[in-house]
């Protein structure tokens, strides 16, 4: 990636990431466009006993962290951030 990423290790700390594996599943109907990916976060929460499901995640049920770690939100709130990168 261009810029880092920020991500927790199960006990909240956190640490960045610019290199990763690039899977490419597919996106059935092209929701977004040609050049997109997801970025694992991982699947530690704090409270990982109550309701803890990270969806599109390998093993979506959850692992026990603690310090309040929450991977399931860490994925900018479901939502969408801007990186570049480049394919080699």
Same mark, same amino acid.
């Given at each position: #990636?261009?810029?880092? =990423?920020?991500?927790?290790?199960?006990?909240?700390? !956190?640490?960045?990431?610019? &290199?990763? +594996?690039? +899977?490419?599943?597919?996106?059935?109907?092209?929701?977004? @466009?040609?050049? $997109?990916? *997801? =970025?694992? #976060?991982?699947?530690?929460?704090?409270? $990982?006993?109550?309701?803890?499901?990270?969806?599109?995640? !390998?093993? !979506?049920?959850?692992e !026990?962290? &603690?310090?309040?770690?929450?991977?399931?939100? *860490?994925?900018?709130?479901?939502g969408?951030? $801007?990186? @570049?990168? &480049?394919?080699?």
């Amino acid at each position: #990636m261009d810029g880092d =990423v920020l991500q927790h290790a199960s006990n909240n700390d !956190p640490y960045y990431r610019r &290199t990763f +594996y690039l +899977y490419d599943n597919g996106a059935v109907y092209c929701q977004k @466009g040609m050049y $997109w990916l *997801d =970025v694992h #976060m991982g699947r530690y929460k704090h409270d $990982w006993t109550y309701n803890c499901y990270c969806s599109g995640t !390998p093993n !979506p049920v959850c692992e !026990p962290g &603690t310090n309040y770690v929450n991977n399931c939100t *860490d994925a900018v709130q479901y939502g969408n951030q $801007w990186r @570049g990168y &480049t394919q080699y």
